[in-house]
């Protein structure tokens, strides 16, 4: 059981350049979300996928863009990469229904913009 | 908006000693608050929840506490082993279905032998 797969695990680009992250989940989740993880900030949110075909804004969502390719698969496009977009990017899903549900996490991207 | 603090950042105990770990948020319209675990190198992967309707939730060595009225909740870690060591993160729901949550910058937990 896979769970969320992330690809690349490590990337180093330079300024300008762009570049996008993959996510895939086999747990026939709704939900998919893009986090950016930096030193003692914690998790945050960049887009979210709530079902397949919609896309919402999340607290930080400046610079990149998202595709919700089908229901299994979301993408994260840098389309100008800058180093202030240097970090740990988290992709996590979550089935969504009439209570609250955890989200599931991959390993992580780890991105270097020179 | 919601707003998470976690506290302490860093931790430190002895191998079989107790850890408690305590968040604070600020929308008291958060109804589901879940705790993960991260890893070095690896993803956040959820150890315990608890929903609003709940006060404490146990799970062999682990335990969560939520204080509705004072807006806090407390991961409980007894017996340590230092596979404990590791990044907890808290979170709160801001939405009524839990889709979308606001995590606590988390606190660096060393278990040391």
């Known amino acids: 059981n896979a769970g969320v797969t992330q690809t690349p695990k490590f990337q180093v680009l330079k300024t300008g350049q762009s570049m996008t992250l993959q996510c895939a989940q086999d747990?026939?989740?709704?939900?998919m979300y893009w986090y950016r993880q930096d030193p003692g900030m914690g998790l945050r949110l960049i887009y979210y996928?709530?079902?397949?075909?919609?896309?919402d804004k999340g607290e930080v969502p400046n610079g990149y863009n998202v595709s919700r390719l089908n229901k299994r698969e979301f993408s994260l496009r840098l389309e100008s990469a800058a180093p202030s977009q240097t970090s740990v990017y988290f992709c996590?899903?979550?089935?969504?229904?009439?209570?609250?549900?955890?989200?599931?996490f991959g390993d992580g991207t780890r991105l270097s913009i020179l | 908006g919601e707003n998470v603090e976690q506290h302490p950042s860093t931790l430190s105990v002895q191998e079989g000693d107790s850890a408690v770990i305590k968040c604070t948020y600020s929308?008291?319209?958060?109804?589901?608050f879940p705790w993960y675990k991260q890893e070095l190198g690896k993803g956040p992967q959820l150890i315990i929840d608890?929903?609003?309707?709940?006060g404490e939730k146990k799970d062999q060595r682990i335990a969560v506490t939520l204080n509705k009225t004072a807006k806090h909740f407390s991961l409980h870690i007894t017996e340590t082993q230092p596979e404990d060591s590791a990044v907890y993160f808290c979170?709160?729901?801001?939405?009524?279905?839990?889709?979308?949550?606001?995590f606590g910058p988390g606190t660096r937990l060393s278990v040391l032998p």
């Open positions: 747990m026939n989740h709704n939900s």
């Open positions: 996590a899903s979550s089935q969504q229904g009439n209570s609250n549900q955890p989200q599931h």
């Open positions: 996928s709530a079902s397949e075909g919609t896309t």
């Open positions: 929308d008291s319209a958060s109804n589901y």
């Open positions: 608890i929903r609003s309707n709940v």
């Open positions: 979170a709160a729901s801001i939405d009524n279905y839990g889709q979308n949550f606001v």
